[in-house]
């Protein structure tokens, strides 16, 4: 009796397991131009408001270098993040300011913290939680603004063309690390200003071996083939 119970369950798991994989289609590389894009690590960082960098630091922000999207560059000032059971010393300031400050971590540092941490697009902040933010003889409260940043790919519109996707259009990428993997749900950023880069945080690069170098690209779902009614063919 227990043998057949074993197999019955068995049975019921493999079913669901089929059931899952009918649920996800396959992946294609993507029919635009061949186009490897530059995958960077986006450590935990801060963004600020003009006010909160006046109220943590009194004076403007000082910039030690340039990051790899026009117009953004590391600051020599740094932040300590005091969360509800624990804190975080030495995180980046990135500028220049914004309208609103934002707190980018990672899911392992929100649970380090004490926070519970939605995965957002950066400046989607409304209902977020909030954090402690401390330059060492200041502490400032940020009632909102603590994200986990939803991976994302910049691109120029002449990138865009070429590789077949749109702006706010969320596409699949294969992750070319030591650790293969594809990443679902990748939001495309398109502008002209953008240099074309896939941004994840330290917890995704980890999970899939990224590493100096590490390139992906965009895998597209398999078309379906079609019968000679036009329906597709499961």
Same mark, same amino acid.
């Given at each position: 009796?227990?043998?057949?119970?074993?197999?019955?369950?068995?049975?019921q798991v493999l079913a669901a397991l089929s059931q899952l994989r009918? =649920?996800?289609?396959?992946?294609?590389?993507?029919?635009?131009?061949?186009?490897?894009?530059?995958?960077?690590?986006?450590?935990?960082?801060?963004?600020?408001?003009?006010?909160?960098? !006046?109220?943590?630091f009194g004076a403007p922000l000082t910039p030690l270098r340039e990051?790899?999207?026009? =117009?953004?560059?590391?600051?020599?000032?740094?932040?300590?993040?005091?969360?509800?059971? =624990?804190? #975080?010393?030495?995180? &980046?300031?990135?500028?220049?300011?914004?309208?609103?400050?934002?707190?980018?971590?990672?899911?392992?540092?929100?649970?380090?913290?004490?926070?519970?941490?939605?995965?957002?697009?950066?400046?989607?902040? &409304?209902?977020?939680?909030?954090?402690?933010?401390?330059?060492?003889?200041? @502490?400032?409260?940020?009632?909102?603004?603590?994200?986990?940043?939803?991976?994302?790919?910049?691109?120029?519109?002449?990138?865009?063309?070429?590789?077949? !996707?749109?702006?706010?259009?969320?596409?699949? !990428?294969? #992750?070319?690390?030591?650790?293969?993997?594809?990443?679902?749900?990748?939001?495309?950023?398109?502008?002209?200003?953008?240099?074309?880069?896939?941004?994840i945080d330290a917890d995704e690069a980890n999970g899939c071996g990224?590493?100096?170098?590490?390139?992906?690209? @965009?895998?597209?779902?398999?078309?379906?083939?079609?019968?000679?009614?036009?329906?597709?063919?499961?």
């Amino acid at each position: 009796m227990q043998e057949i119970q074993r197999e019955q369950i068995v049975e019921q798991v493999l079913a669901a397991l089929s059931q899952l994989r009918q =649920g996800e289609p396959e992946l294609v590389e993507n029919q635009g131009e061949e186009m490897p894009i530059p995958v960077e690590i986006s450590a935990r960082h801060v963004h600020l408001s003009q006010a909160d960098v !006046v109220a943590l630091f009194g004076a403007p922000l000082t910039p030690l270098r340039e990051l790899s999207q026009p =117009g953004q560059f590391l600051c020599k000032e740094r932040v300590r993040l005091i969360g509800l059971k =624990g804190v #975080m010393d030495n995180v &980046a300031v990135l500028g220049p300011s914004r309208e609103q400050s934002q707190v980018e971590i990672s899911l392992t540092d929100a649970r380090l913290l004490g926070l519970d941490v939605p995965i957002r697009q950066s400046g989607d902040i &409304a209902g977020t939680p909030g954090i402690l933010l401390s330059s060492g003889k200041t @502490i400032i409260p940020l009632e909102q603004g603590v994200i986990v940043a939803g991976r994302h790919i910049h691109m120029s519109p002449e990138d865009a063309s070429r590789l077949r !996707v749109r702006d706010k259009e969320f596409v699949a !990428v294969h #992750m070319r690390g030591k650790r293969p993997a594809v990443f679902r749900d990748v939001l495309v950023r398109v502008h002209e200003s953008f240099k074309l880069a896939l941004h994840i945080d330290a917890d995704e690069a980890n999970g899939c071996g990224c590493g100096p170098g590490t390139t992906c690209t @965009i895998v597209l779902p398999k078309p379906q083939e079609q019968c000679h009614d036009g329906q597709p063919i499961h």
